[in-house]
């Protein structure tokens, strides 16, 4: 494993160093006026940063999933929190994180507080799960090192139950995207995202995969890359009002303690294959796309006098695009791994 880490802070050297030349403190290197101090939040992550190793800093780009729920000092996932500073992980149950059922809630709880304390604890793997794994569910954490370092806790919760919502059992029974949308009432939305982010928030999750913006413009029923009901409808403003009313509701109901990522920009309503087979690819101009698979996105990113619906990342998919990417064919790359057309899209003046 160690290895494997050292040749992924090699790969890693050249990005992390354009991820560093365009951070604001490079700008203002550049630009002769004063500038105000950081706020004390950037000035403690500035010096965690400092002390870190150049392959705690590669971890901190990570999220990982991982088996099991074990983490004891035998753990590869111990290993890689309590040593590489891995920056977060995805639960899932089918990675037997945790077991749906009537306790499913408070082995995520359990999970989730074990593995905050390998973060927290300084030390080896060894002794860092040692203690995290002897901390009693619902005890106090020990005080946090001034390098304190949190992970990052996500989970996709997209609502109607299994298999679309990883916890199934034990919390409040929330409808589908669908569903909502069919109502025409976003205020239901921002409801369910209230009961949502309260209720993850209380299990130490602190970041959502979701909502899903995509938009249902060419629905493939029985496909696999066919969202179903985990979208809110085919209109790309209505999609966008429900989009961010739930956005809100999960910040409101999390007391803005979970963060909220979007999930399949820019679209994948339009795409012309299964996206579980191959990358597909999007017959739109950028134009087209502003209209409809971007809007609902723009609704997030950008909403009307509501700070409180803006979403805090996009998760992008893997999908080529034929106006940004000339003529795709099976080699070329998806935007997820496309520089310049990510760029493209992210220009937009509403993102």
Do not use: C
């Amino acid at each position: 494993m160690s290895r494997a880490i050292d040749r992924l802070s090699r790969l890693a050297v050249i990005g992390l160093a354009a991820l560093l030349a365009l951070a604001p403190g490079a700008a203002a290197a550049q630009n002769p006026s004063p500038t105000p101090p950081p706020p004390a939040s950037v000035r403690n992550a500035q010096i965690a940063l400092r002390n870190m190793s150049v392959a705690q800093k590669v971890g901190q780009l990570f999220l990982i999933q991982f088996e099991g729920d074990d983490t004891s000092a035998a753990s590869d996932i111990a290993d890689l929190i309590a040593n590489y500073k891995v920056g977060g992980v995805q639960l899932k149950a089918s990675r037997q994180n945790f077991a749906n059922g009537p306790d499913g809630p408070r082995q995520v709880l359990t999970l989730t507080n074990r593995l905050q304390t390998l973060a927290t604890l300084p030390g080896t793997a060894a002794t860092v799960s040692e203690q995290a794994t002897a901390l009693p569910p619902g005890q106090p954490k020990p005080a946090q090192p001034a390098n304190f370092i949190p992970l990052f806790i996500a989970i996709a919760q997209d609502g109607d139950g299994w298999p679309y919502s990883e916890i199934s059992q034990g919390l409040t029974p929330l409808p589908s995207e669908m569903a909502l949308g069919a109502t025409w009432k976003p205020e239901l939305a921002e409801a369910a995202g209230r009961i949502e982010g309260s209720e993850l928030t209380r299990l130490g999750i602190n970041l959502l995969f979701g909502p899903m913006l995509d938009i249902a413009d060419a629905p493939k029923s029985g496909s696999p890359g066919d969202p179903g009901v985990r979208v809110f409808g085919g209109d790309p403003y209505w999609v966008g009002r429900f989009g961010a009313a739930m956005t809100k509701g999960l910040k409101t109901g999390s007391n803005g303690r979970l963060a909220v990522v979007a999930t399949r920009f820019p679209g994948l309503g339009a795409s012309d294959r299964n996206a579980e087979d191959e990358a597909p690819t999007v017959q739109r101009s950028m134009e087209q796309l502003r209209q409809a698979e971007l809007a609902p996105f723009f609704a997030v990113t950008q909403p009307d006098n509501d700070s409180g619906a803006v979403v805090d990342g996009l998760l992008m998919s893997h999908i080529r695009f034929r106006g940004l990417q000339g003529n795709p064919r099976a080699v070329t790359n998806p935007i997820s791994l496309d520089q310049q057309a990510q760029k493209e899209f992210m220009s937009q003046k509403e993102l």
